[in-house]
């Protein structure tokens, strides 16, 4: 069965550093890999999300990932956090079976920006 | 076009009460699906459907029924509500049988049971 680790359950940055959030995942085929955020008291949006391919993904709000298979892991950054980034992360590993696909979830990190 | 709804936003239920949870979408999506979502443990899969007519167990299902008669609608019962169901939960859902397409999530239902 697949499942995905984020180490950090908190992370505390200063509006302007660079982030970086961890992912790692466990799945024996080609994982599908996602990342999402989720504002206080939202729903879950989608940042970007690796098929295949480039294994350096852009996302929406400046987010990028890279996919590195040798070491299992889909790690989240962006150069210049902005305090409107403050949000809970999650990083979701997919698959097919069944003909639908399932996502499983890290326990998700939670992002404070200081200003 | 609306996306997913989920209704109500919040409910307090007490232990051994019913409920059914709203979930609807307006983007003729296939697939459709709920999760719970508790402090430390991100987002668990409790059943999921891949059409109308078509639903099966995720991770979590125990407690909880699901039905889908029409494309739009994926309502989520609670037979006998219990306090281990206090959580906030959230329907999903995708175009695209079979392939992976983004999923959207609703903006949630927090529920207490007392």
């Known amino acids: 069965a697949q499942s995905v680790t984020q180490p950090d359950i908190h992370i505390t940055v200063s509006e302007g550093a660079s982030l970086e959030l961890r992912c790692n995942y466990s799945y024996g085929a080609t994982p599908y890999l996602f990342w999402y955020v989720q504002s206080p008291g939202q729903g879950l949006q989608l940042l970007l999300k690796?098929?295949?391919?480039?294994?350096l993904v852009q996302g929406i709000k400046g987010f990028e990932a890279e996919f590195k298979r040798s070491q299992s892991s889909f790690n989240l950054r962006k150069p210049s956090v902005h305090w409107s980034d403050a949000a809970e992360y999650f990083c979701?590993?997919?698959?097919?079976?069944?003909?639908?696909?399932?996502?499983?979830f890290g326990t998700g990190t939670q992002l404070k920006v200081e200003l | 076009n609306a996306g997913v709804t989920q209704t109500p936003k919040f409910q307090v239920l007490k232990t051994g009460q019913s409920m059914t949870l709203q979930c609807a979408q307006d983007?003729?999506?296939?697939?459709m699906s709920w999760y719970r979502q508790d402090p430390g443990m991100g987002l668990r899969l409790i059943h999921y459907?891949?059409?109308?007519?078509?639903?099966d167990q995720g991770e979590v299902p125990n407690g909880y029924n699901v039905s889908r008669s029409t494309t739009e609608d994926f309502p989520l019962r609670l037979l006998s509500a219990a306090p281990s169901q206090t959580s906030v939960y959230f329907c999903?859902?995708?175009?695209?049988?079979?392939?992976?397409?983004?999923?959207?999530f609703g903006p949630g239902t927090r529920l207490t049971v007392l």
């Open positions: 983007m003729n999506h296939e697939y």
């Open positions: 999903a859902s995708r175009s695209g049988f079979g392939s992976y397409n983004e999923q959207f």
């Open positions: 459907s891949v059409g109308a007519g078509i639903t």
């Open positions: 690796y098929f295949s391919g480039d294994t």
């Open positions: 979701a590993v997919g698959t097919l079976t069944g003909g639908g696909n399932k996502l499983t």
